[in-house]
């Protein structure tokens, strides 16, 4: 409960933030300080958010991890003679990580005579955003109740959750490769950038120029131009947007009808981020099978396109 009302907290402190944020951007009129003024409120509201779905995704993995070991300790007290509660309060003060809060709590209803049928389903009702967990313990308490074999349903349990998490780890090690390949599709994409800068648009300068010289400045030949420097309406909002990832990026504006460059590079530099962005999401969703684990990776592979494209204008590989 506590951890839901701090997400709350946060997450009316960012819309306090954004809000205040978007009323800067309207009071100034500009349209590219509004346009960032709404990319920073995105990013202060969704920041958080993602933090905090992370953290509840590495909480619950934890436990899962966890649980197969207490369930086995749980047998061994048991067949040592030990009743069922007095082995689940004994195995209460095993450190288990995140899961021995879970345990405690449960230790603590059972040493209250509380039945261990509803016990378990409190354990499961906190533990309800696992399936995994949610499933097991929902085996282990119709076993009780029905007046199976409670030791032979652990450690059924047990093993079904340790040969999950086994195949779990088989099938990421296998398919790590494909993450692999995802980053490699990042770094290619912009190599492909490099190389479009470097030698496709010198080819079309050349020929734009070729053309001028022979049939005259009013020549209708292949040429380059800037869209941004004679845009209106709604392609000149656009390119605001790219004006400022190339005012970022130190390559002057793309309103100047001469600096090509700029328009270009900043149009690469969306198109990179936002291949980048999605590769991480895909190689999240192959490896563990969870988007939320993916913006790890996107986060990884923005933070390295953006690193690089400074790099590469610094060393003048980028740029018309």
């Not at 288990?96 to 389903?121: E, R």
């Not at 030791?151 to 990421?172: H, W």
């Not at 969306?270 to 563990?288: D, N, T």
Request: with cysteine; proline share 2%.
């Amino acid at each position: 409960m506590m951890k839901f009302e701090k997400e709350i907290k946060f997450l009316i402190i960012s819309l306090a933030v954004s809000a205040i944020l978007i009323l800067i951007g309207v009071l100034s009129r500009d349209l590219g300080v509004i346009g960032n003024s709404i990319i920073l409120s995105t990013l202060v509201i969704v920041g958080p958010q993602i933090f905090f779905r992370h953290q509840k995704h590495k909480y619950l993995k934890e436990m899962e991890t966890r649980f197969p070991t207490f369930l086995r300790d749980v047998v061994e007290t048991i067949r040592s003679g030990m009743p069922f509660h007095q082995s689940v309060i004994l195995n209460s003060n095993i450190d288990y990580g995140k899961l021995s809060i879970h345990v405690k709590k449960m230790a603590h209803q059972l040493s209250w005579a509380i039945p261990f049928d509803k016990a378990i389903n409190y354990f499961s009702q906190r533990v309800k955003e696992s399936k995994k967990l949610s499933s097991g313990l929902r085996t282990i308490r119709e076993s009780f109740k029905s007046g199976g074999d409670v030791i032979s349903t652990l450690e059924s349990v047990a093993d079904s959750m340790t040969i999950v998490e086994e195949s779990e780890k088989e099938r990421k090690s296998l398919l790590s490769q494909y993450v692999i390949l995802m980053y490699a599709i990042s770094f290619m994409f912009i190599g492909i950038v490099v190389a479009i800068n470097k030698l496709m648009i010198p080819i079309f300068q050349v020929a734009a120029e070729s053309q001028a010289g022979a049939f005259g400045m009013g020549g209708m030949g292949l040429s380059l131009t800037n869209p941004c420097s004679q845009t209106i309406g709604f392609g000149y909002m656009i390119c605001q947007g790219f004006d400022v990832i190339s005012n970022a990026l130190g390559i002057g504006s793309v309103f100047e009808e001469k600096n090509i460059g700029a328009y270009y590079v900043s149009l690469f530099f969306l198109m990179s981020v936002i291949v980048s962005f999605c590769s991480g999401i895909v190689a999240g969703q192959i490896s563990e099978n969870s988007m939320v684990a993916g913006i790890k990776h996107s986060i990884v592979m923005v933070s390295a396109v953006v690193g690089s494209f400074y790099i590469l204008v610094y060393l003048k590989l980028l740029g018309v």
